[in-house]
C-alpha cells in the first residue's frame, strides 16, 4: 500500500522531482494463530515439492534398506536355518523388516532436517525467519513436513511386506505406518535440533553419520534384545530409537503364527528391570521426546539469526 506522508500533494512533488520522494509505507500484518498455521502449510508443501523434484534422493533413501532386507537378509537366511525347531521357524526379513522400516524413515528424516543447513548456506533460511510468522511455526512446518516425507519414503519398503513373509493385513499397515510417521516425527526434530546450529552441510552429514550409525545399531533393529549383555542391554534401553523400532516389530508378530519360544526368543520386547513396557508407553515416550526435541529447536532459532 503506497501513500505519501503529508497527503497526495507531497507524492505530486516527489514525483516531479521539485521535492523530497514519497515515504512508502508498507503494511505488515499481525502474527495470530492463523498465520503460524499458513507458514506450517507452506513450508510442508515446499518440502513436498522438493522432495518429488529430487528423484535421486528418493532413489539413495531406498538403497541402503532394500540391501539389508533383501541381500543381507536373504543371504543369511540362507546361510543359517534360523530358528528352526518342533515350533517352526522366523525368517531372518521377517525379523529385520522392522528395522529397516525404521532405517529408512531415520536416513530420509535426517535428509529433510538437513535442507535448513541447505537453505542456511544459500541466504534462503534468512529470508523465513524474517517473515511475519513464528519462528515455532517455521520449525514446526519442518518437523511435520520431515515426518511426511520419511513415511512416505516408507511406504515403499512396506510394499515389500510380502518379500520378508509379512501379511498384507490392512489393520498391521495402517498401524505400521501411524507407528513410522511418530518415529519421523522424533528423528526429524532430533536432526532440527542438530541443524539448528550447524553452518555447513559437510558437518552435519559427519554429526549425522556419528549419531545415526551408534543409534541404529543399537535399537534392536538388527538383533534380539533378549540375552543380551549388562552393558548392552542398558546402552539398548538408553537409546530412543528403541522404542520406535519395537512396536513396529511388535505389530508385525503379533500377525505371525509362530510358537511362544520363538516369540519369546525373537520378540521379547523392552523391559526395565523385568517389567516388560508397553506398546502404548513406548509410542509415548517416542512423540514426548519428539515434542520436546522440537520445542529444543524452537528455542535455538528464537535464539539464533
Known amino acids: 500500500m503506497r501513500e505519501p506522508a503529508d497527503g497526495p500533494g507531497r507524492e505530486a512533488a516527489g514525483a516531479s522531482g521539485k521535492g523530497p520522494p514519497a515515504v512508502v509505507r508498507i503494511a505488515v500484518p499481525p502474527r495470530s494463530f492463523r498465520h503460524d498455521l499458513r507458514a506450517v502449510k507452506i513450508v510442508l508443501h515446499r518440502e513436498l515439492i522438493r522432495f518429488w523434484r529430487d528423484r535421486i534422493r528418493m532413489v539413495l533413501g531406498l538403497v541402503q534398506p532394500v540391501l539389508w532386507l533383501l541381500v543381507m537378509g536373504t543371504g543369511l537366511a540362507n546361510l543359517m536355518d534360523v530358528g528352526a525347531g518342533p515350533g517352526g521357524r522366523v525368517d531372518l526379513r521377517t525379523f529385520i523388516f522392522p528395522g529397516v522400516l525404521a532405517m529408512s524413515v531415520m536416513m530420509t528424516a535426517m535428509f529433510s532436517a538437513g535442507s535448513i543447513v541447505w537453505d542456511r548456506e544459500f541466504g534462503f533460511l534468512r529470508e523465513m525467519l524474517v517473515a511475519p510468522v513464528s519462528r515455532g511455526a517455521i520449525v514446526a512446518g519442518k518437523c511435520f513436513s520431515g515426518a511426511l516425507v520419511a513415511t512416505l519414503q516408507g511406504v515403499v519398503i512396506l510394499l515389500m511386506a510380502g518379500l520378508a513373509g509379512v501379511p498384507y493385513d490392512p489393520v498391521l499397515l495402517l498401524q505400521l505406518l501411524g507407528m513410522m510417521f511418530l518415529g519421523a516425527f522424533a528423528l526429524t526434530a532430533f536432526g532440527v535440533m542438530l541443524a539448528a546450529r550447524i ?89 514426548g521426546l519428539g515434542l520436546a526435541l522440537m520445542g529444543v529447536a524452537i528455542l535455538q532459532f528464537r535464539r539464533g539469526d
Do not use: H, K
Not at 222 to 241: F, K, Q, S
Not at 256 to 281: C, K, M, Q, Y
Open 199 to 287: 553452518t555447513s552441510m559437510q558437518a552435519f552429514f559427519g554429526v549425522m553419520q556419528m549419531v545415526l550409525m551408534p543409534m541404529l545399531f543399537l535399537s534392536g533393529a538388527l538383533y534380539p534384545l533378549g540375552g543380551l549383555p549388562t552393558w548392552l542391554g542398558v546402552l539398548t534401553r538408553l537409546n530412543p530409537l528403541t522404542y520406535a523400532v519395537d512396536p513396529l516389530r511388535q505389530a508385525v508378530f503379533a500377525r505371525l503364527d509362530i510358537a511362544p519360544e520363538l516369540e519369546r526368543t525373537f520378540n521379547p520386547g523392552v523391559s526395565w528391570n523385568g517389567w516388560i513396557v508397553p506398546v502404548w508407553l513406548e509410542l509415548l515416550l517416542v512423540v
